[in-house]
């Protein structure tokens, strides 16, 4: 009896062991353990515990972690320690799919760093060379790029050059290589030194991935946090099976049902993003949309007034399904479902994370059907139906059917304008979408109704 209880009580304190593990016991120095309780991280995540104590040993690191997982401050620590004990110009280069999450990297070395004078640069497309040009000149620690426009600065601004880059880092990688940056990733392999420490980060593996760590790294160490895609379990997931011309109506039932929460809604193209921000505005819906067409000053803008709470619906193509961290968002939609399989575990982790609730609604319509079933294959489980009441989603039918006209005529508008492109004025005011005109009409056949 003895040995039994004994043994129960040294298995509890081994959790107790486990729960207070402290960025310090990692090995991390005690300035940038102030720095991590300044951003409240209170204890380290699993990959952060598994990886860190490795890369500080100087191990090239495969880290594979569901996404929300921490997997930015399981590289930048390192890096930083690193910095501290040999200081010195152009340090690191971190490799990154898409501008907004070079951007939100960026922010989290800066505040990581900002007690002992950290510099990054973020080098992305949408912004100007020549700006880039002189800030690069100044030789920052840490640059934050999208391979595109880093390749196009090796080859066309004078002096600048990566010979003596210690730290290379592929954060979401299996999708810097979907986007078709396999060739740019090559050119930048071939004009860094092989005697550097590289970490490559994925919430998936695949094919290519692992053919890039080949190419790559030197004895990279595996950490695995899910071997198998998982979402995480505070993640309440279900599904919606629908008739596709009734997406909207039921689209605008479960924002009314769920007022009061943060939504990011997820489309597959730049243009139905659009049509839906048009569509929700003309309801009465506070959204804002986030495609690739916008001036990247009208992305980072949507971006912010989502994270700052003054817009409450954030509608999105998959450009912001992997990385960004808005800790609120409450519902995640996905309004069309993703092609790739491994997009949806993407979507869905905008929500849930770093152990809050949160909710995932995926609209099947009977063209979906196959889509669906791989994603429940995928992910291992099959999930339950979302309720709804048919007769009462369908009062809105017509409300909404009067804001697709509108929505419509939007679209043309804005089509016109420029051959199809906006002007700079309407991106930066894009809260408003420039669609005064249309506001005029609409308020016009609001009136004639009334009379007759």
């Known amino acids: 009896m003895a040995s039994s209880s004994d043994e129960s009580s040294s298995e509890m304190s081994q959790e107790t062991e486990e729960k207070k593990t402290t960025f310090k016991d990692l090995g991390v120095v005690d300035v940038l353990c102030e720095a991590c309780e300044h951003l409240k991280w209170t204890t380290p995540t699993k990959i952060q515990t598994e990886a860190i104590p490795l890369a500080l040993e100087g191990k090239d690191v495969i880290g594979l972690a569901e996404t929300g997982s921490g997997k930015t401050g399981t590289f930048a620590l390192p890096i930083l320690q690193s ?3 040999k200081p010195q110009r152009l340090f690191a280069l971190v490799l990154t799919p ?4 070079a951007f939100q990297i960026s922010e989290q070395f800066e505040a990581l760093g900002s007690s002992i004078g950290i510099k990054c640069v973020v080098v992305v497309g949408g912004i100007d060379m020549v700006t880039q040009a002189l800030q690069l000149a100044k030789k920052p620690h840490v640059i934050i790029a999208t391979p595109g426009r880093l390749v196009d600065h090796l080859e066309n601004t004078k002096g600048f050059n990566l010979r003596a880059l210690k730290y290379l880092v592929l954060d979401e990688a299996d999708r810097i290589l979907n986007m078709d940056f396999e060739a740019e990733v090559d ?5 860094i030194p092989r005697e550097r420490h590289t970490y490559l980060f994925s919430a998936t593996m695949t094919k290519k991935v692992a053919k890039l760590q080949r190419a790559s790294l030197s004895n990279p160490v595996k950490v695995e946090v899910n071997s198998k895609y998982k979402t995480v379990d505070t993640l309440q997931q279900s599904y919606l099976f629908i008739p596709s ?4 109506v039921y689209l605008v039932s479960i924002l009314n049902e769920l007022a009061g929460n943060s939504f990011m809604v997820f489309c597959s193209t730049c243009n139905n993003t659009q049509r839906t921000a048009f569509l929700l505005r003309n309801l009465g819906f506070n959204a804002i949309p986030l495609h690739g067409q916008l001036s990247q000053n009208s992305r980072l803008g949507a971006l912010h007034k989502f994270k700052a709470k003054s817009r409450s619906i954030l509608i999105a193509t998959d450009v912001a399904s992997r990385g960004l961290d808005i800790p609120h968002v409450d519902v995640v939609i996905n309004f069309d479902i993703p092609t790739h399989s ?3 575990i993407h979507r869905v982790g905008r929500t849930a994370r770093a152990g809050r609730s949160g909710k995932a609604i995926t609209f099947v319509t009977q063209y979906d059907v196959e889509l669906y079933q791989r994603i429940e294959h995928l992910i291992g489980k099959k999930l339950p139906l979302y309720k709804t009441e048919e007769e009462e989603v369908m009062v809105m039918n017509e409300r909404v059917m009067e804001a697709q006209r509108y929505a419509r005529m939007e679209m043309k508008e804005q089509g016109g304008k420029k051959g199809g492109k906006r002007s700079a004025a309407a991106d930066d005011d894009d809260d408003t979408m420039e669609a005064t005109g249309i506001r005029k ?5 609001q009136k004639t109704k009334k009379k007759h």
């Open 187 to 191: 050119k930048i392999l071939k004009v």
């Open 98 to 101: 898409t501008r907004e999450l």
């Open 83 to 85: 910095l501290l004990e």
């Open 245 to 248: 011309k009734y997406k909207d």
């Open 441 to 445: 009409k609409v308020k016009k056949f």
């Open 342 to 344: 491994k997009d949806y």
